[in-house]
């Protein structure tokens, strides 16, 4: 199978949600929407966490990760593998190209990563696929056309939901984000609002799916994990932490106690 047609290769600085959305966003637009993905068990595609919210007990199953929220979004099935074998295709051609590409690149004198990634894209994927493509058996595609309307920026991101504050600000960490005046010069005070970071760090703010709020762009910090803790009395709307989620996104209130496998970020 040609490399382009599955995949669009690009180094990351991270292995994580971060290097898995950038990815996915590319394909996305180089290719299109596929019905389902073969995916591992990493952290940052399926929750593999013990922990269940009261909420997810209810509903039988736990709340996806952030990347599974997006593909849920496009509406892809995602299988994830479950033995060795199942995972061999990939890992074969992984080691290939650990061994191929990481040659290739010593013998161009490449040493960044903004210089591999062109060599990536110019020159390695047209001569790979010439060489090892395999016509498939059917012709017809898998893909889906992205509809023209489809927000993908705000599909692949970082969510996370919010309660603004008194002074109609949300806090996260040690970031504040202003919000506008709402309707009839109104506060959203108390309201519960969609925050979203894009993949360039720029911050959105919604409310009951509008966009009420855009802000300058911020380091993308990487999903984290840490320790389960038994209690916190926080209020949501406190300016006392805020977590860069390694699973599903916290429902609102006090994260820590919906999702105690959270880190505080500070």
Not at 73 to 93: M, N
Not at 143 to 170: H, M
Request: proline share 7%; aromatic share 8%; with cysteine.
């Amino acid at each position: 199978m040609p490399l382009g047609n599955s995949w669009s290769p690009v180094s990351f600085p991270l292995k994580g949600v971060q290097a898995i959305c950038g990815s996915s966003k590319r394909w996305l637009t180089s290719t299109g929407i596929p019905t389902i993905i073969y995916q591992d068990r990493h952290g940052a595609l399926h929750r593999n966490d013990p922990h269940w919210s009261l909420e997810e007990q209810l509903a039988g199953r736990q709340q996806p990760t952030q990347v599974g929220l997006a593909l849920e979004t496009l509406r892809i099935q995602s299988i994830s593998a479950l033995s060795p074998q199942a995972k061999g295709r990939v890992e074969r051609l992984f080691a290939t190209l650990q061994d191929r590409l990481i040659a290739e690149l010593r013998l161009k004198g490449i040493e960044t990563m903004e210089e591999g990634n062109r060599f990536l894209q110019s020159t390695f994927l047209k001569d790979f696929n010439r060489r090892f493509a395999v016509r498939p058996r059917e012709s017809q595609k898998a893909w889906r056309e992205p509809p023209k309307t489809l927000e993908l920026d705000r599909i692949i991101s970082f969510r996370y939901q919010a309660t603004v504050g008194n002074d109609n600000t949300v806090r996260l960490g040690g970031l504040i984000l202003d919000l506008p005046p709402g309707p009839q010069k109104r506060s959203y005070a108390k309201a519960k609002v969609e925050v979203r970071q894009l993949l360039n760090g720029s911050w959105r703010i919604y409310a009951q799916d509008q966009l009420i709020a855009k802000h300058s762009p911020t380091s993308l910090k990487e999903p984290l994990r840490a320790l389960p803790r038994n209690k916190h009395h926080a209020k949501g709307v406190k300016d006392y932490n805020w977590v860069y989620l390694a699973s599903a996104p916290s429902r609102e209130g006090n994260p820590l106690i919906n999702y105690p496998f959270l880190i505080e970020h500070r």
